[in-house]
């Protein structure tokens, strides 16, 4: 079964001077953990904040690029350009690790360095992460800070941005933009597009959800959602029993604070601790499983897939611990009756339907 996930975060573990080509014993991948589970493609991320204190976001992003190429050097791992390195690495059994783009700091506002990314072999570009760019509007933004954003939806330069993307068989990923946002890229879109990493608003009412409309315009475009199982966007209930737990820790979370100077550090230590803390209190993976089968009741099974976001969350639902859980996706919906071939479409070949669409 060809296996693939749609969102990891690993390489800020890189860039924090972790050597994950070896068994690490926090967080939820490196090399040899993804090769001992089931995934096949795992999609690995780039980040640059636009709150970061030395922005440089071009030069960061070419760094981290280069970071994750040299993870290349193991033989049996691939970081593939294109669809055909796709289905070459499928066929000699390598770990496929495409580099897709969260937020588009990197850019600078140029287009120039759009197509040096894409030269790059840029898999997928969310236009944004949490924060707002001047060119498009973030969901959060949306929600929380309206009236200080430059640009609601797409500006003009946002539109080209889109088709330059789609034009040169770039995936755009929707998981983070607000609505406007969403609305401008639908309305343009002439492929499929996807949302990386999102879960279903009519059940837990988080601004990273998507709701009915959103979820039947991805697949009228043929797109594909990978649902998302980090516990604040799957269960409701969840927040109330997080805050006390971190509100039991708010020691450490300052003697964090205090040990460690840089906030991309700070933020790694609290989430490896709260990846052990908050253990207990996370919701099972059936809530998670809830999600993915209310999007296939709404628009069917060709169009779900898996955006684990490993590595950043804090957290995943009871018992999925690591990267190498992964198979137990495949056993809840085995329990719940889906036979081996949907299971399969969910599990991986969905993504591969996506990118022969995008590359007619």
């Given at each position: 079964?060809?296996?693939?996930?749609?969102?990891?975060?690993?390489?800020?573990?890189?860039?924090?001077?972790?050597?994950?080509?070896?068994?690490?014993?926090?967080?939820?991948?490196?090399?040899?953990?993804?090769?001992?589970?089931?995934i096949n493609l795992q999609i690995l991320i780039i980040w640059v904040s636009s709150k970061s204190a030395e922005p440089n976001f071009f030069n960061k992003a070419n760094m981290m690029y280069?970071?994750?190429?040299?993870?290349s050097k193991n033989k049996n791992v691939v970081i593939p350009k294109n669809l055909q390195d796709i289905l070459d690495g499928i066929k000699n059994n390598k770990l496929l690790l495409p580099?897709?783009?969260?937020?588009?700091?990197?850019?600078?506002?140029?287009?120039?360095?759009?197509?040096?990314?894409?030269?790059?072999?840029?898999?997928?570009?969310?236009?944004?992460?949490?924060?707002?760019?001047?060119?498009?509007?973030?969901?959060?933004?949306?929600?929380?800070?309206?009236?200080?954003?430059?640009?609601?939806?797409?500006?003009?330069?946002?539109?080209?941005?889109?088709?330059?993307?789609?034009?040169?068989k770039v995936l755009i990923d929707v998981s983070h933009i607000g609505e406007a946002s969403f609305w401008d890229i639908e309305k343009i879109s002439h492929k499929p597009f996807i949302a990386?990493?999102?879960?279903?608003?009519?059940?837990?009412?988080?601004?990273?959800?998507?709701?009915?409309?959103?979820?039947?315009?991805?697949?009228?475009?043929?797109?594909?959602?990978?649902?998302?199982?980090?516990?604040?966007?799957?269960?409701?209930?969840?927040?109330?029993?997080?805050?006390?737990?971190?509100?039991?820790?708010?020691?450490?979370?300052?003697?964090?604070?205090?040990?460690?100077?840089?906030?991309?550090?700070?933020?790694?230590?609290?989430?490896?601790?709260?990846?052990?803390?908050?253990?207990?209190?996370?919701?099972?993976?059936?809530?998670?499983?809830?999600?993915?089968?209310?999007?296939?009741?709404?628009?069917?099974?060709?169009?779900?897939?898996?955006?684990?976001?490993?590595?950043?969350?804090?957290?995943?639902?009871?018992?999925?611990?690591?990267?190498?859980?992964?198979?137990?996706?495949?056993?809840?919906?085995?329990?719940?009756?889906?036979?081996?071939?949907?299971?399969?479409?969910?599990?991986?070949?969905?993504?591969?339907?996506?990118?022969?669409?995008?590359?007619?």
């Amino acid at each position: 079964m060809f296996v693939a996930d749609l969102h990891n975060d690993l390489v800020q573990r890189i860039i924090e001077g972790e050597d994950v080509t070896k068994h690490t014993s926090h967080g939820h991948s490196d090399i040899p953990r993804l090769r001992e589970s089931c995934i096949n493609l795992q999609i690995l991320i780039i980040w640059v904040s636009s709150k970061s204190a030395e922005p440089n976001f071009f030069n960061k992003a070419n760094m981290m690029y280069d970071e994750l190429e040299k993870l290349s050097k193991n033989k049996n791992v691939v970081i593939p350009k294109n669809l055909q390195d796709i289905l070459d690495g499928i066929k000699n059994n390598k770990l496929l690790l495409p580099i897709s783009m969260e937020g588009g700091e990197a850019i600078e506002n140029n287009l120039e360095y759009l197509y040096h990314f894409i030269n790059r072999g840029l898999f997928y570009l969310g236009p944004t992460w949490n924060h707002s760019l001047d060119w498009v509007s973030s969901n959060y933004d949306e929600k929380y800070n309206k009236d200080k954003i430059k640009t609601i939806g797409l500006s003009e330069f946002g539109k080209e941005v889109i088709n330059i993307c789609q034009e040169n068989k770039v995936l755009i990923d929707v998981s983070h933009i607000g609505e406007a946002s969403f609305w401008d890229i639908e309305k343009i879109s002439h492929k499929p597009f996807i949302a990386s990493h999102s879960s279903v608003y009519k059940i837990c009412p988080h601004f990273r959800n998507l709701h009915n409309d959103q979820i039947i315009a991805i697949k009228n475009k043929k797109g594909l959602i990978g649902i998302n199982p980090y516990p604040f966007f799957i269960d409701p209930t969840f927040k109330e029993r997080e805050l006390k737990v971190r509100n039991k820790h708010k020691e450490k979370i300052k003697s964090i604070e205090v040990q460690f100077a840089k906030k991309s550090s700070q933020w790694l230590a609290k989430q490896h601790f709260f990846q052990k803390e908050l253990v207990s209190i996370c919701p099972d993976i059936d809530i998670f499983l809830d999600h993915m089968e209310y999007i296939i009741k709404l628009i069917g099974i060709d169009y779900v897939g898996v955006g684990s976001d490993y590595d950043g969350l804090d957290c995943l639902p009871k018992g999925w611990n690591d990267c190498r859980d992964h198979i137990k996706i495949a056993e809840g919906l085995e329990s719940r009756g889906y036979k081996q071939e949907e299971i399969e479409k969910v599990m991986g070949k969905n993504i591969l339907r996506v990118l022969e669409e995008i590359n007619y």
